[in-house]
């Protein structure tokens, strides 16, 4: 029995990853320039060392810069973005054993868009262009906010769940007056503040793609080191501290690795809402609360969605594009909606 | 000794729930704490199991203070049952036992064989078993209580500690749940510390009690030394008995509530006449309304004769299975003629006691207060061929207050006092 349930969790994850693939080939192909499927895959791979010997130059060059310079990573940073914002949100979730935890509640994404919105505006007083600027000051920013709100909430060292939460809409309130402020005050730079708040992907090239790297690795490692303990948790502080876990340093880890994928995701791509909150919903519904599970499924159902929707994104109204947070907004929350009135069950 | 509990005092904030606790418990104790609510008894459970660390004075498990080891080396040695809580997330019963290995399993360590059988002894011995693939989220207070305790036992633990564990459980679980809690301490060898609401069963199960008392512990002992009246009405501030039949038995308690005895009975003077259980409540009642109470005439041996007895009522009574005599009667009528009112309960009348029914007929008929309580229709308690129900006619025609129930009769008695001022 026990080798029958690992047989079918193999086989949903290879699903997954083939359904990740398959539309990561697909992001790439698609766009102002359409490529075929076949031609995308003989150009990825002509880019793998030692497979590349085997395979003739039969494609259009303007194809493989198209997809090796924008495409690839555009959706390689989709991708990427979505599982982070994904698993950062389940374990908002799991840790505070609420459904309506996200990034979002906790205050990080906008800690996040405040850090980004005074950099454009400062950029734009002392008229230095700072290409890492933005990413810099939203990662920085996400990071502090996470901890102004740990130490906001702790009381004689702990931080209980609810002072946690009362704490982020707190100062999540405050810091989005700040940025409404900042908005405001930044005359000409509006249109670009505004756009960066919406979210999305475009122009962003494989440097980003590095940026995100070393936090997303650090976060995500972290986080499936704490699976376990993060089902423990489910059950609230106190049984998963008689359970051996060491409840207030799990937490505050897991805060941590949080916030730094949130703050990388916001920082690389700007706001882009409801995949932290409903991709973790969804996957409980289908996988339950198994953290071991449900993170894996988590992160790749995130990449995948996010990727599907920064390709409905570009082909709406092309040759132009939406900002990508409008298509998850828009095509998540009907969804999350239905899934929510067909269950008619629990929150969760 | 396991566990040593040295000068503890702690709480939440400033102010100490828990003040200056010592107390030593040896390998294999079934220990019951006791206490009113809010006298510190879960706080000192939450201390003694590394959730709530003291402000002054150590906790010793095995020699080693509990705050200076890891959280899993304790869980290895101390399980924990909580009050049915945290268990809103849609994990199968299974799943939720299997998290009682946790403390045992390396990082990302599966689960081994040994593990599995570890939690399928455990569901069987709390009857869990054909929860197993229920989600915990549907399941009933009672069965969670008994998932919380499988758990529990999944981490094979030295010490279980328990918060109120029966708190949700029907009669049947409850003794259930302590029967199997005497059984783990004898066949796995394990400690138990108990929160317990209900002294009875603390009384019936528990080696030693601890009584907690605002905060202080007032008294550690084995039942026979705890359970008293005289502790009852100090820590909780009610009146019990408490009885003990020998010295094998446990104590327990019995709520006699505010019941007076008739040597309290107050001023005024009611009569009644009743026989064959039909007083037992009424008097009660009546003392406890602050009347003195007579009863008469009936037989020794009948169970309003044997409540009287036991509740110091004056009674005028005749030999068993005898009529009621020219004598008792006389006795009966001069009672009646001192009290204030004479209250005819809603007895049977035979050939025994027909005699009662005349003297509280010519007792109405000379203009005493009389109140009937006319419950029943007396053609279905005349056993004397009519002869009764004819009296019976005549007396609720003689001036006699008629009720329908005991209640009205002492509103009624009641009334007329105000009445009267």
Redesign the interface.
């Known amino acids: 029995m026990?080798h029958n349930n690992v047989l079918k969790r193999a086989s949903t994850f290879i699903l997954l990853l083939v359904v990740l693939l398959a539309s990561a080939i697909l992001g790439i192909g698609i766009g102002a320039i359409s490529i075929p499927p076949s031609e995308t895959v003989r150009i990825l791979f002509s880019h793998i060392p030692g497979i590349n010997n085997f395979l003739t130059a039969g494609w259009q060059p303007e194809y493989a810069t198209i997809i090796i310079t924008m495409r690839f990573p555009r959706v390689v940073l989709a991708a990427l973005v979505g599982a982070g914002l994904a698993l950062a949100g389940a374990v908002f979730q799991g840790l505070f054993?609420n459904p309506m935890a996200d990034p979002y509640v906790i205050g990080v994404s906008s800690g996040a868009a405040l850090g980004a919105v005074s950099n454009i505006l400062l950029q734009s007083i002392v008229n230095i262009p700072m290409h890492y600027g933005i990413p810099a000051f939203a990662f920085i920013f996400a990071v502090m906010t996470i901890l102004l709100v740990y130490n906001l909430a702790r009381v004689?060292g702990k931080a209980p769940v609810m002072n946690l939460i009362l704490a982020g809409v707190a100062v999540s309130s405050v810091i989005s007056a700040l940025v409404s402020m900042c908005m405001f005050f930044s005359g000409n730079q509006l249109h670009q503040v505004v756009f960066w708040l919406m979210g999305g992907f475009s122009g962003r090239g494989i440097d980003y793609v590095y940026m995100f790297i070393p936090y997303g690795v650090v976060g995500t490692t972290i986080i499936f080191?704490y699976a376990?303990e993060l089902?423990?948790m489910?059950?609230?502080e106190?049984?998963a501290?008689?359970?051996?876990?060491?409840?207030e340093r799990v937490k505050r880890r897991l805060l941590i690795a949080a916030a730094l994928l949130t703050g990388a995701c916001v920082a690389v791509s700007g706001m882009i809402g409801f995949v932290g909150l409903i991709i973790p919903h969804i996957v409980r519904m289908i996988f339950?609360?198994?953290h071991r599970t449900l993170l894996p499924a988590v992160a790749l159902i995130g990449a995948s969605f996010l990727l599907i929707a920064d390709v409905l994104a570009r082909v709406i109204i092309a040759p132009g594009e939406l900002p990508v947070g409008i298509v998850t907004a828009l095509v998540g929350g009907p969804f999350f909606i239905y899934l929510l009135r067909r269950q008619k069950s629990?929150m969760? | 000794m396991l566990f040593n509990i040295l000068g503890v005092t702690c709480g939440y904030g400033a102010s100490p729930v828990l003040k200056d606790a010592s107390v030593q418990i040896n390998s294999q104790d079934f220990v019951g704490i006791v206490g009113p609510n809010g006298s510190g008894k879960s706080t000192l459970l939450r201390t003694i199991s590394r959730v709530l660390k003291p402000i002054h004075g150590k906790v010793l498990l095995d020699e080693e203070d509990i705050y200076q080891i890891s959280a899993a080396e304790v869980a290895r040695k101390m399980a924990v049952v909580n009050q049915e809580q945290g268990l809103n997330f849609p994990f199968t019963v299974k799943d939720v036992v299997m998290m009682g290995r946790i403390p045992h399993l390396k990082r990302f360590a599966r689960e081994s064989p040994k593990d599995f059988e570890v939690v399928a002894r455990a569901m069987d011995l709390t009857d869990t078993v054909i929860l197993a693939n229920r989600q915990v989220t549907e399941l009933s207070g009672g069965e969670k209580q008994r998932v919380l305790l499988a758990r529990a036992l999944a981490q094979q633990p030295q010490i279980l500690l328990l918060d109120e564990p029966t708190s949700y459980l029907d009669l049947n679980y409850q003794i259930e749940i302590m029967e199997l809690m005497v059984r783990m301490r004898r066949d796995c060898g394990l400690t138990i510390i108990t929160v317990l609401h209900d002294l009875n069963l603390a009384s019936r199960f528990c080696d030693y009690l601890l009584v907690i008392k605002k905060g202080y512990i007032h008294a550690v002992g084995t039942p026979h030394q705890v359970i008293t009246a005289h502790m009852i009405k100090d820590v909780y501030g009610c009146e019990v008995r408490v009885e003990c039949p020998d010295s094998i038995e446990r104590p327990y308690i019995v709520f006699n509530g505010e019941t007076k005895r008739a040597t309290e009975g107050g001023e005024r003077w009611v009569h009644v006449v009743g026989g064959g259980g039909s007083g037992v409540q009424l008097f009660r009642n009546l003392l406890n309304g602050g009347w003195q109470v007579s009863t008469g005439v009936v037989n020794i041996g009948d169970s309003d004769w044997q409540e009287a007895c036991r509740l110091g009522i004056k009674v005028i009574e005749a030999p068993p299975f005898c009529n009621v005599g020219a004598n008792e009667a006389a006795l009966n009528k001069e009672m009646m003629q001192k009290a204030e009112f004479i209250i005819l309960a809603g007895i049977p009348f035979g050939t025994g006691n027909i005699r009662n029914l005349e003297s509280v007929l010519e007792e109405a008929e000379r203009g005493a207060p009389v109140i009937v309580v006319d419950n029943i229709d007396i053609n279905k308690r005349d056993y004397t061929g009519g002869k009764a129900a004819l009296l019976y006619k005549n007396l609720l025609q003689s001036g006699a207050q008629i009720v329908n129930n005991e209640w009205e009769a002492i509103q009624l008695m009641e009334g007329s006092a105000v009445n009267a001022i």
Do not use: K, M, S, Y
């Not at chain 1, 501290?241 to 409840?247: A, I, R, T």
């Open positions: 026990i054993r004689g080191i376990r089902n423990a489910l059950l609230g106190e049984p501290q008689h359970l051996g876990v060491e409840v339950g609360p198994d629990d969760f």
